[in-house]
């Protein structure tokens, strides 16, 4: 019981860490939505994925991917959009 208390702590710092995102600090909105390449760099916390838009037209956009409502900073919401990336972001 004592190795518990030991550990737990630390799992709860590592847990709230990973809840802040990459590197401890929150997702930044600057340049969010925006046009990307692949070999571009987004803002802290955002990825540029690359997805085929309604028309067809391959595109690619700086985007905070979430799995939970948690993962975006406010006041924007995890969403699934119709002709967006094929996973939820923060909108």
Not at 8 to 31: D, H, I, N, R, Y
Request: hydrophobic residues 35%; glycine residues 10%.
């Amino acid at each position: 019981m004592k190795r518990a208390r030991t550990w737990f702590p630390m799992a709860l710092t590592f847990a709230a860490a990973l809840a802040l995102g990459c590197g401890g600090l929150a997702p930044s909105t600057e340049g969010l939505h925006g046009d990307c390449t692949p070999e571009s760099e987004c803002a802290v916390g955002q990825t540029c994925l690359e997805y085929t838009g309604i028309a067809g037209q391959p595109l690619s956009s700086c985007e905070i991917p979430c799995d939970y409502p948690s993962d975006c900073p406010e006041p924007l919401q995890c969403a699934a959009i119709a002709d967006g990336p094929g996973q939820p972001i923060c909108q």
